[in-house]
């Protein structure tokens, strides 16, 4: 790369546990030094711009019937406020990848499903309506807000009730064989659907965490049930629909046994062919090689996070919680993740409603008392990514000398390079941003995440 490309200012945006409460703070211009070599007694973070990894689709979080109501519910100022700050795209965090259940979840207002009679496998009283009341509202008020198209996972927690062995939704139990293929009509049923509202959908996950039997929404799957439910009603349904175009997603569970499940339905060619990747959850322990594992061995296939959230309440001013999100993100990026699926966009101030009591943190909380805000510091974790690093991005090489300095890197389409580096640790670090020939040296102080922006660093 010709030395005139190379970028002489670096714009630089941080959040510290210690600055007084400022998030996403834009700090003075950091000046690339090329007119002689980088120090040698610093540790550094290097960036390689030409050696390029995995695209990227885009950041974003989920629509819920929770979130949706506790947004109806706020005035219309906060309202908006909630919309401009995760998806307007030079404004906000320009979420652009989200995902939505099918039927209900712990985190509607109670159990429901969109084709509720008995014995209906034509689906003929199969209905949305349900959806109309909050949930669609709350899509069609971010896709105004938003300057990109809203990309939307749909997942189910749980098939109707009467397709299931144990008869209820929640509890786990299975689907019914003689109901496979009404319930793979189902996802006809409801992308056709929500099409017809002007919302299309991006892709399906088969189930939404197939080894958890929960006292919520919840149903069993195998990955040999997984592998034949996809092979043999789910992936043809979808083809003799005219809807092969839209990308199945399976597992959508934790790390933990991601690589038995995909090694289960990746070797069956039949199922694999309509198969776009595997989704997964931060729950239970990291496995972040696990991520690793699967991309070296089916390269071809995509990863994608597709739920990941503080258990067990708000977490009201926890700095921990925004630490867990940038760590993850900052590994499952580095591993060939393309895009970054958050949990509930917005809760209530206990972390509700959840109809099982299941409470759970969001970024943003809302104050059902006062309809007041309440941004966690997660949100802006959140934001030193997806408020930098570009739906169509590609990732890119880049490394620390330090352990104690986490970072990833990409390369945006207008050529920018935004590298996020995080410190969990109690003290200040003091290190060289190296590109190529380039330098300049920063500080990132303790318990803090930054990013910095570089233009011009490479083409398209």
Known sequence: MPHSATPTLVQHYLTAKDSGGQHLAVQPNLAMDRSKPAPLDLPHVLVNPDRKFQGLLGFGAAFTEAAATVWKALPQEKAEQVLRDYFHPIQGHGYSLCRVHMNSCDFALGNYAHADMPGDVDLKHFTIDRDREALLPFIKAAQKVSARPLQLLVSPWSPPAWMKSNGTMNNGGKLLPEYAAAWAQCFVRFIRAYEAEGVPVWGVSVQNEPMATQRWDSCIYTAEEERDFVRDHLGP?????GLGHINIVIWDHNRDLMVERVSVVYSDPQAAQYVWGCGFHWYGEDHFDHVQLVHDAWPDKALLFTEGCQEGGPHHGSWALGERYGRSMINDLNRWTTGWIDWNLLLNETGGPNHVGNLCSAPILADGATGNLLHQNSFAYIGHFSRFIQPGARRVLCAASIHDLETTAFVN???SAAVVVMNRTEKTLTF???LK????ATE?????IATYVLAGCAAP
């Open 237 to 241: 349904a979808l083809q003799n629909a």
């Open 413 to 415: 389409p207008d050529g």
């Open 432 to 434: 060289t941003l190296r």
């Open 437 to 440: 020939d380039s330098h300049c």
């Open 444 to 448: 990132l102080p303790a318990r803090a």
